[in-house]
């Protein structure tokens, strides 16, 4: 079946099979490997992409059903001065270990942030509770998260 994604604002058209999952799309037919594949059974979260803007678990979508839709990976982060204020926060804060979790929990992160600028210790918590991190013990995650937001509000000031 052909399809066709924008993923971080680029076109592509592809064959794939029906059953094909998103995740799979984007590392092995676009090489997009910065989207990690960790429990395949949606509890982990590492797989996290956005799709028309929102965040999704890309294992527990089929390529197929991005068809015609934008997808934004870690990979798209980047801004055109640098680093994504998120970004750059993980690695002011030490927000990563291995970096397993990392590229879902930065994608999770810039969508919290677009939607509230501001968010509370409790608030940043609960929207990466759907990723799983096994090294940092999510302090400094959250701290990481917190320094992308002030540092986000101090250029808006500027
Ligand atoms: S690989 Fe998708 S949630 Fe774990
Ligand atoms: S930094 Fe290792 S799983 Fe989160």
Known sequence: M???????GESHTRDVEPRLLLVHFLRNELGLTGTHWGCDTSN???CTVTLDGVPVKSCTVLAVMADGKQVGTVEGLERADGL???QQGFVQCHG???GFCTPGMMITARCLLDKNPDPSEQEIREAISGQLCRCT?????VRSVRWAAEHEAAEAKA
């Open 84 to 86: 994504d204020p998120v």
């Open 96 to 98: 990563l270990q291995c």
């Open 44 to 46: 982990c979260g590492v």
């Open 137 to 141: 013990g999510y302090e400094n995650i």
């Open 2 to 8: 052909q399809i066709t994604v924008t993923v971080n």
